[in-house]
């Protein structure tokens, strides 16, 4: 492989300048400097040490001699000036051992002309290395999107100089703090900022007041995390308060700038749809894209049917009009920030009978089956009724362009499984519905896992941890993971639809922040959010209940609660039973993280 574009020229690099002035021998207790170019210097040693040879007879043998000593080679002595230069005060001029144009004091391997840099120290030069830097990423990964869809600095371990590795960095080009969001009533938005432990700094507030064409003041509300602009950064979406006779929506792209709490505020358009729910690349143009899922239960609307869909956006931002600015579109020409794909109904899949109660969609997308191919899948979950009801898991598995397989159903949670690859797995009664379906890797083997639960039914506020087996589909073994609740009784608080999973304390493991309802059913709370670590010890990865800072006045031993923070001015956040009106960080690909 050629040397660097930045290395010398071969016409620029003849060899080393070698000056042995600086040599000495001892005389009669006096050091004497000599200089093997003239011929006083060649004298006074023949005739001192006894040599009784002329250096100038011999056959360059000593020039040639020293210079091999000085780099450990022997086939230089073609390359050493004839002693009719050195007689005539000629610098020796010697070049490279292995003459790859690096001076051998900058060659970290002299004598082997296809290496001359050694980033990490291992011994191994750059070019045979796989990872320069031993980040635990190749080079290759770090030179193209690829499958942690980030392209970063190959030969620097962490190449925003945050202190964290790029390989455990959720964005390894952001120099900045997570953070969390949570929307207020007071026309802004709360920016927690993580210590990266469990905690977070005070709130400030960011965005700028926003009105509805008469004027009126409207909040900030359904905010969805991501890298949407591709620049590495964290960055966000927000929409208004719905208003008007349409219920239209603005939708404004917060673009994180060059300060931690602090973003260019963009207004991207209008909406009628939610740009928010599971992101991930869907299409694998290293572009972040957003599926959203809605349900209608027939009972009540007034519709005669329980109705399911779909929506994708495709990012489009590479192709955004910024003089005409639209949120979405259905072709790339229309320059809108995403382009809306067919959208999918799902509801005699999902709902044949109509009797369907709830159905979700995880916030997550990962791979459950990389022996068959490494795209991003989705799962959903449903079930029937208001009390302790099982719950049906379905998969959609991504194709990789921007569409999915038809809904694959997995196994029955909190039920009998008389089909599928659980068939004769009775868990009827044992667990809770879910409220909460966090798609995530848990135990870092490259395979999707699922956490489910969190309802006021049944086991109050417990989840479940069923493990991906690379095949495409779950264990029929969970483990009971965590509990919100431990000491409720059913339609008591402790009841989440709101779990999200990040890596909070950068240990290289997903955690969960997730709310928890402190009224009863039906009653309106502001609730609180909570962050419970993952375990790491020997069997416990999948479960979570550990706070690092247990003596932090918002912590105690099994978690941190974000929302005992100091508080935005104005009355506490009146919240609805399903949402908790807050968004967490997303790592992305391989590992997607999203939250509310």
Known sequence: ESAPENRPSDSEDAGRDIDFRDLSVDLDDEVQPFDLRTDE??????????????????????????????????????????????????????????????????????????????TDNDGIGNNADPDDDNDTLSDIEESEP????????????????????????????????????????QGSIDLFLSNRNGTFSAPVQIGDPITDNDGAPLNYRFI?????????????????????????????????????????????????????????????????????????????????????????????????????????????????MFVLQPVVDLSETLAPGSNRWVAGISRQSVNLNPSVDGHSDLLIYAFNNGGNAATDIFVLFGNGDGTFSGLNYMFTHNGNNTTGACQGVDLAGDQAPVNSAVFQDFNQDGVGDVLLGFDDDGDTGAAWTYFGTGAGNFSCAPIKAMDLAPTNGPDQPGRSSSARPFDFNQDGYPDIITGFDTGGYGEGTRGETRIYLQRT???????????????????????????????????PLNMSLFEHGFDAPIQLCLTSFSAE
């Open 146 to 185: 690829g499958l942690d869809c980030f392209v970063t600095n190959p030969t620097l371990a962490d190449s925003d100089f945050d202190g964290i590795n790029d390989a455990q960095d959720p964005y390894p080009n952001d120099p900045y703090r997570e953070f969390v969001l949570r929307q207020n009533d």
């Open 224 to 336: 969805q995390m991501g890298d949407f602009d591709g620049d590495g950064n964290l960055d966000f979406i927000a929409h208004s308060d719905p208003y008007g006779d349409d219920e239209l929506m603005d939708v404004y792209f917060f673009v994180r700038e060059d300060k931690e709490d602090e973003f260019e505020q963009l207004y991207i358009g209008t909406t009628d749809t939610r740009l928010i729910g599971t992101v991930a690349d869907y299409n694998e143009d290293y572009a972040f894209d957003i599926v959203y899922f809605t349900f209608i239960e027939r009972s009540r609307s007034t519709l005669d049917k329980d109705e399911a869909y779909y929506y994708t956006f495709l990012n489009n931002w590479a192709n955004f009009n910024f003089s005409s600015p639209c949120a979405y579109g259905t072709t790339v020409e229309q320059g809108c």
């Open 537 to 571: 010890g020997d069997g416990e990865l999948g479960t979570f209940g550990r706070a690092d800072n247990a003596d932090h006045p918002n912590c105690n031993e099994l978690y941190c609660d974000l929302y005992a923070q100091p508080q935005s001015d104005g009355p």
């Open 41 to 118: 210097s060649r004298e006074d040693l023949s005739a001192d040490t006894g040599a009784g040879e002329d250096l100038s007879s011999s056959d360059e043998s000593v020039a040639a001699d020293m210079v091999s000593q000085s780099d450990g080679t022997e086939d230089l002595e073609s390359e050493v000036l004839s002693s009719d230069a050195r007689d005539t005060g000629e610098e020796i001029i010697v070049p490279a051992c292995d003459d790859d144009g690096v001076p051998d004091d900058e060659d970290a391997f002299p004598c082997d002309p296809n290496e001359w840099l050694d």
